[in-house]
């Protein structure tokens, strides 16, 4: 940062020695400083060994980096299509804002997709549409073992925890979900306070820490869980098997971020260390996990409990369900995090390499339920990249029963996709715990938009799915969703993937289940 102000001084130092050429001489002595700087900074480039461009080109190599530091905001703001950006498009973010504003979403003139593109997806209108429900359907959550079942929204809040978001970021995302009538999952760094102040309903999610119910040693502590899972405001008890954008590892909190309202929610020494695990100490066969989410769902006072995974190995998944078999023991619910889903952090070969997109990661848990008999006694939640009302029915069509919405619901919080999640310098406030940005955010303005969007995407859910011929997301059948294969063919999701009929695992698999079915062993997690 330092060069680049030299290098300002630099370009300003050339404009004061061309005034002082044409004016004379008294203005030499005013471009004598950034001359000598422009000299310096020479004379430091070709000396300096880091910088190979540099080197070679002393001054103006700076320009480079210059540039480079600016690059994502240009192409963002003057290069990229309304519909090709990434992680998330201009179209999609500007639906999210509009609609979080509480102002019109519409576009005229038409789509600016190529419609004809392979990977295009549409949905099928009905012939007869019906009336759009006035009131939300909302989902069952509660399985047998559950004594106090909770009624789910149609999209929700996604796991982000304290710490990785501001506190007025998690104050405005529970008071939109107190305003309205949807779940706000905690994510695995703690109970906050911020959490339970605006008073919204909670999914209390821990993950290989036990953050918040840990021992000393990093142990799970079943008295503290108890206590905090008692909580009027936490409504279900979810355990995080692993996430989306990084599967299969921990984490490191640096003692430095670790501040003393960090260290009270997490259970932590304050300034010390702390490492997650990529594996939970809780289990380490499929039995013992489902035996766990049991427990869990005990030691809550019988609130549903399930579990969040981004699917990988469907010779484990299937080895789960041979345990909740032979156990008797079914999660309330299961979260498929898709390799899409986003995150404060990760190594980059993670995000881009490593875990089942949220298609496949839902069909695979689906069909498994559905194959072994055990469909109708565990909800299925969808997250990874849903944002709008034509995310929440495609996934609803692929096997989920909801939703859940993080960088969408971060959207409506503020968030400009600047990327700096990692860096504590969120320039909206969102993903930071430095107070001078946090500040930034307007927490009865942003809880109203939160608020807002949910509201409106749920609302363009109900109007996609009328127009459907569907008046309940139970109605929705693969048939309606259609992919583009080539220019000139197109698949419905009926005629791309195989769909298992009830109980059909445990009477005849087909061939493709086959050897997945009968490798599967509830004792071992067998790749």
Same mark, same amino acid.
Request: proline fraction near 7%.
């Given at each position: ?326 156990? *008797? ?6 979260? $498929?995090? =898709? %390799?899409?889903? !986003?995150?404060? @952090?990760?190594?980059?070969? &993670? +995000? ?36 709008? *009302? ?6 609803? $069509?692929? =096997? %989920?029963?909801? !939703?859940?919405? @993080?960088?969408?619901?971060? &959207? +409506? ?44 995407? $749920?609302?363009? %859910? ?66």
């Amino acid at each position: 940062m330092i060069r680049m102000v030299i290098v300002v001084l630099i370009l300003c130092a050339a404009g004061t020695t061309a005034v002082a050429a044409a004016g004379g001489s008294a203005l030499w002595w005013f471009a004598a400083v950034p001359l000598t700087l422009l000299g310096l900074l020479g004379a430091w480039d070709l000396l300096q060994h880091r910088h190979s461009v540099l080197r070679n080109y002393p001054v103006l190599g700076h320009a480079r980096f210059l540039l480079e530091r600016i690059r994502p905001e240009l192409q963002q703001y003057f290069i990229e299509r309304n519909y090709d950006g990434r992680p998330f498009d201009r179209d999609v973010r500007d639906i999210v804002y509009e609609r979080a504003k509480g102002t019109d979403a519409e576009e005229p003139y038409g789509t600016e997709r190529d419609v004809y593109e392979a990977g295009h997806e549409f949905l099928v209108p009905s012939m007869a549409p019906c009336a759009v429900p006035e009131t939300p359907p909302r989902v069952p959550i509660g399985g047998p073992g559950c004594a106090r079942p909770y009624d789910m929204a149609l999209l929700n809040v996604s796991a982000m925890s304290f710490g990785s978001l501001s506190a007025n970021a998690v104050l405005a995302l529970n008071g939109g979900a107190a305003a309205g009538g949807f779940a706000q999952d905690t994510g695995e760094g703690g109970l906050s306070e911020y959490h339970l102040r605006p008073g919204g309903d909670l999914v209390w999610e821990i993950g290989t820490g036990y953050f918040g119910c840990r021992t000393d040693e990093g142990d799970f502590d079943p008295s503290r869980f108890a206590d905090k899972a008692a909580h009027d405001h936490v409504k279900c008890v979810s355990l995080k098997l692993s996430q989306g954008a990084k599967p299969g590892i921990g984490g490191v909190l640096p003692g430095a971020k670790v501040n003393a309202e960090i260290a009270r929610v997490r259970g932590v020494p304050e300034g010390r260390t702390v490492v997650s695990p990529p594996y939970h100490r809780v289990f380490s066969t499929p039995r013992e996990l489902v035996r766990f989410v049991a427990r869990m769902r005990d030691l809550s006072g019988g609130k549903p409990a399930g579990f969040k995974l981004c699917v990988g190995s469907r010779r484990q998944f299937l080895a789960v369900c041979k345990a909740m078999l032979e156990e *008797g023991i079914t999660p309330d619910f299961i979260v $498929v995090d =898709g %390799a899409e889903g !986003g995150t404060g @952090a990760a190594p980059l070969e &993670f +995000a881009d390499h490593v875990g089942t997109p949220l298609t496949e990661g839902l069909l695979t848990v689906h069909n498994a339920l559905v194959g072994t008999g055990l469909r109708d006694r565990v909800r299925i939640g969808a997250s990874g990249k849903i944002a709008t *009302g034509t995310d929440l029915v495609k996934r609803m $069509v692929q =096997g %989920a029963d909801y !939703g859940n919405a @993080a960088r969408a619901m971060m &959207f +409506a919080v503020g968030c400009i996709q600047a990327q700096r999640c990692h860096t504590n310098t969120c320039p909206t406030g969102v993903t930071t715990q430095d107070p001078r940005r946090a500040r930034a955010i307007d927490v009865p303005d942003k809880t109203l938009r939160v608020q807002r969007f949910q509201e409106a995407t $749920v609302a363009s %859910a109900l109007q996609i799915m009328a127009s459907m011929g569907v008046t309940d997301p139970a109605q929705l059948r693969p048939h309606m969703l259609r992919r583009r294969i080539d220019p000139v063919t197109e698949r419905s999701y009926e005629e791309l993937y195989e769909w298992l009929r009830p109980g059909q695992l445990l009477a005849e698999p087909p061939a493709s289940w086959a050897t997945d079915w009968k490798s599967a062993d509830p004792d071992r997690f067998t790749v």
